[in-house]
């Protein structure tokens, strides 16, 4: 998959820092929110972003100055989506919201993989209201996407065996420890195995067997 451009819908907490990710690794990224006040202060919050990884010695100065002349802030969804490759969706977790998010994208854009950043919302759902429902899939990422390897990709009923694919491999190009989910259960597979050891722990300290202290050093 040519992910050259990529649109990323939603500049909250997780959307700007996938936007940061993907131009760090060099892609031309638009971003766009309804959110005006979102938009606004998006640039900034990039800005932060690329400066922390910096300051850290995670990428080098020069390379994160870069990566923020290939963003640019989008003026409507059209000129976020229209010829991109690839659609990020970070909107908030509401089928009703991501649902007319998608019916969008799909009208504006004939081509592109749209995935949506949802920790728990089935896209076999939010899919139903693409007229081409093969090209959709949840990429979950672990918050903040920028720095944790962890995405949950998700697909639908009607997701196309080379949407997994290619999105797979787009995640392992931007340096993701990409899992498949093959099933869709609430959750995905990070969230109910943290659950499973959230359970556990309150159980072991409920019991007597160990202070909560000893969990926390356990764990």
Known sequence: MDTRNIGCIGVGTIGHSWATLFAIEGHNVAVYDVNQDLLKSAMERIQASAAFLAEKGLVAQKDAEAALERIRVANDMSDCVSGVDYVQESAFESYDIKKKIFSEVDRLNDSAVIATSSSGLLMTEIQKAAKKPERCIVAHPWNPPL?????????GERTSAQTVQATYEFMEELGKTPVVVRKEVPG????????????????????????????????
């Open 147 to 155: 720095l944790l390897k962890l995405v949950e990709l998700v697909p």
């Open 188 to 219: 995905f597979i990070g969230n109910r195995l943290q659950a499973a050891l959230w359970r556990e722990a309150l159980n072991l300290v409920n019991s007597g067997v160990a202070s909560v202290e000893d969990v926390d050093r356990a764990c």
